[in-house]
């Protein structure tokens, strides 16, 4: 990612998002100062990602305070702004979390909120950091200090995050230290974050890498052109199931038929301890439009339903380990993510 591309920022008087339906094509910044163009940009993944919608949570807080006070709101109509905030996208642990963080400073004003939100963006930036280290150190490890061939899924680059990224911060590091040979990035249906966002990246970052079907990555990794896949995680039950984008699961069974690791890199903010498993994340669907339309045009049969989950679970006996800011971790015997620590 170039130096002057931040996903999500703070001016000093509104939220900075940079717009991600408008990737590859072109690069423009929405300026939020409202809680409906907020909550209208996280529903359309102007701004997506777990650790990016944290970041985002927290800095919403902030814009509620301040429409608040610019419009006379009273608590009620205050509290229920955050909430909507809160509750845009069910699925993305993050968000509630980053919310929560700093919504019980409010009373000491929107100052204190905005210190503390700021501080869930630097936290974010350093931690992405940080697993790129300890996922590349673990590859390097158990693969050898070889140029690597990687496959991930979906967008956990710096455009999900605050900056630098997690699957793709440790694609980024492996990158610095001259071991990969090449990434191949599914291109996620049906809204392309793969093709559209991690292709994106990885062209700005010149590594080199395919984009491939979704369809075509079982066939990749079992015909072993993939050394290990790595993606990120919208959320992580207590057990270590863990929700990403769907299509996720299709890439840890192939990864477990062909023996190679899988793995799932993301922050401590994504492990959601009061979830206890896969079966009681809440799996987000989204319109019958993104499937049944290509644009305007009808691509299915007058009256055809719509399948349409946003994320699927991945078991956590698929998961190789799960690298996070403070370190691998490997859920054997059925750990827990916080028995692991």
Not at 152 to 176: D, F, I, K, P, Y
């Amino acid at each position: 990612m170039t130096p002057d591309i931040a996903p999500i920022e703070w001016t000093g008087d509104s939220l900075r998002l940079l717009d991600q339906t408008l990737l590859p094509a072109r690069v423009e910044y929405r300026d939020i100062t409202d809680v409906d163009d907020l909550v209208d940009a996280i529903k359309r993944l102007v701004v997506r990602g777990a650790p990016a919608l944290g970041v985002a949570g927290a800095l919403g807080v902030v814009v509620a305070l301040r429409q608040g006070e610019r419009e006379g709101w009273d608590a009620a109509t205050l509290d229920a702004a955050i909430t909507r905030i809160r509750e845009a996208r069910p699925t993305a642990v993050n968000l509630a979390a980053g919310v929560d963080r700093v919504r019980s400073l409010a009373e000491k004003g929107t100052d204190a909120v905005l210190a503390e939100a700021l501080a869930v963006l630097d936290e974010d930036v350093q931690g992405n950091h940080a697993i790129g280290r300890h996922g590349a150190d673990w590859l390097s490890t158990r693969l050898g200090a070889k140029p690597l061939r990687l496959l991930t899924h979906c967008n956990a680059g710096a455009l999900a995050t605050a900056g630098w990224g997690t699957a793709l911060g440790v694609v980024r590091e492996l990158h610095t230290r001259n071991l990969i040979d090449t990434v191949y990035a599914n291109e996620t249906r049906p809204l392309l974050q793969g093709s559209r966002l991690t292709a994106w990246e990885l062209h700005q970052l010149g590594i080199p890498y395919y984009v491939q079907p979704d369809s075509a990555a079982a066939g990749t990794i079992l015909r072993g052109h993939v050394d290990a896949a790595i993606v990120g995680a919208d959320r992580i039950a207590a057990n270590g199931d863990t929700a990403n984008k769907v299509g996720t699961l299709a890439v840890a069974l192939a990864c477990a038929a062909a023996g190679i690791p899988f793995l799932v890199a993301a922050p401590w903010s994504t492990i959601d301890l009061s979830t206890p498993d896969g079966e009681h994340i809440p799996i987000e669907q989204r319109s019958p439009a993104e499937i049944l339309a290509n644009g305007p045009a009808s691509v299915t049969p007058e009256g055809a339903r719509a399948h349409n989950p946003a994320f699927d679970v991945t078991p956590a006996r698929l998961i190789t380990a799960l690298i996070t800011e403070t370190g691998p971790l490997i859920l054997a015997d059925g750990q827990t993510p916080a028995r692991a620590r």
